[in-house]
């Protein structure tokens, strides 16, 4: 190659270092067939032949020019002869520019393949993106976006309630019917007729959103634990951050995927349509297994249903405590009465 063909008579001295440890030793620099040399100065030793294509000029623009035999070596030359670091810089581009075209090239076509794929996911198979999507989202980003979802029903006319004595019997209550990692929210819509239908919701983040308007109906806390543990086991076979997703659209979808972020818009007139959304059927086997394992009889919650429904004379009828009574009360009527007057 011209290149070196020039420089092939070329030496010069420097400073090596074996490692950043070692005491640098003056050592004479030499070309040969697309490598470097270098020799001990005294011993006219060789002490280690570098790759020109491979050398990484360390400190690019100042003198004394430092330069690596690679990226993970550990050796060091230091340089200040100005022909022999012009040399250097040469012949390396002789050397690598065809190699830097490949290289090229090879990121174009996997960069254009990869932007083939994406467009792919997110166009054509957007179900795909939301469900794996949702897989991958953290516990501490879901818990965001369930407030996100918390606030835009906040913005719709769905107020929090936070009476002290009702929140205290709240926390009785979710630590009998709820998993220790849940949280109950309960929000009023008085005076909003839209939401008058709404009982439980559940959202990202295990947040169980119930309507203070249904516990003032009710005439029992065990009634109430049913609409929760049918919430539950709805939220078991269906992830409540994939609807949000699917509201979101496509490119917020994959901002979240891709940045770990969701615009702050993104949930915005999800909440209404949650709350007003039909509930979907759940299994009454199912149900009544969680109704066992909570201890609680789930006669008050089939009462509540009415007596249409076929779940809740399934219900009836195979009342686990029918015959004998649970241990022990799902909350006292004192905090029952509290929980009832949360948002006076």
């Not at 012009?86 to 581009?93: G, K, M, N, R, V």
């Not at 929760?228 to 995927?257: C, I, N, S, W």
């Not at 709350?275 to 789930?298: G, H, N, Y």
Request: with cysteine; glycine share 8%.
């Amino acid at each position: 190659m011209t290149a070196i063909t020039k420089y092939e008579r070329l030496e010069g001295s420097g400073l090596w270092s074996g490692s950043i440890q070692d005491q640098r030793r003056d050592v004479t620099v030499k070309f040969g067939d697309a490598t470097l040399i270098i020799l001990d100065s005294r011993a006219d030793k060789v002490l280690s032949h570098w790759s020109l294509p491979a050398i990484i000029h360390l400190n690019p623009g100042e003198m004394p020019g430092l330069y690596s035999p690679g990226d993970d070596a550990s050796e060091v030359l230091e340089l200040e002869d100005e022909t022999l670091i012009e040399a250097i810089s040469t012949i390396h581009a002789a050397l690598t520019t065809p190699q830097s075209w490949q290289t090229r090239a090879r990121r174009l076509v996997l960069g254009g393949s990869l932007a083939l794929l994406v467009l792919a996911v997110v166009f054509l198979l957007p179900g795909q993106l939301y469900q794996h999507t949702a897989s991958v989202v953290p516990s501490a980003k879901r818990a965001q976006i369930g407030q996100m979802v918390l606030d835009d029903l906040g913005r719709a006319g769905l107020t929090q309630c936070r009476n002290p004595q009702g929140a205290a019997a709240l926390t009785q209550l979710q630590a009998r019917v709820l998993p220790a990692a849940q949280r109950m929210v309960v929000v009023s819509g008085a005076g909003t007729e839209r939401f008058a239908a709404f009982q439980t919701a559940h959202l990202p983040g295990r947040i169980v959103v119930v309507n203070a308007a249904l516990i003032q109906q009710l005439d029992s806390p065990a009634a109430l634990a049913g609409f929760l543990l049918a919430e539950g086991l709805r939220t078991a076979q269906h992830d409540p951050l994939l609807p949000v997703l699917r509201h979101a659209g496509v490119r917020a979808t994959f901002r979240l995927l891709t940045t770990g972020d969701l615009p702050a818009d993104a949930a915005a007139g999800y909440g209404p349509a949650l709350v007003q959304r039909p509930k979907t059927a759940i299994d009454a086997d199912a149900l009544l297994l969680r109704f066992e394992q909570a201890e609680i009889s789930s006669q008050d919650y089939a009462s509540a249903l009415g007596g249409g429904p076929e779940l809740a004379r399934v219900l009836t009828e195979r009342d686990p405590f029918a015959q004998t009574p649970a241990s022990r009360p799902v909350m006292t009527d004192g905090a029952w009465v509290s929980l009832q007057g949360i948002c006076d």
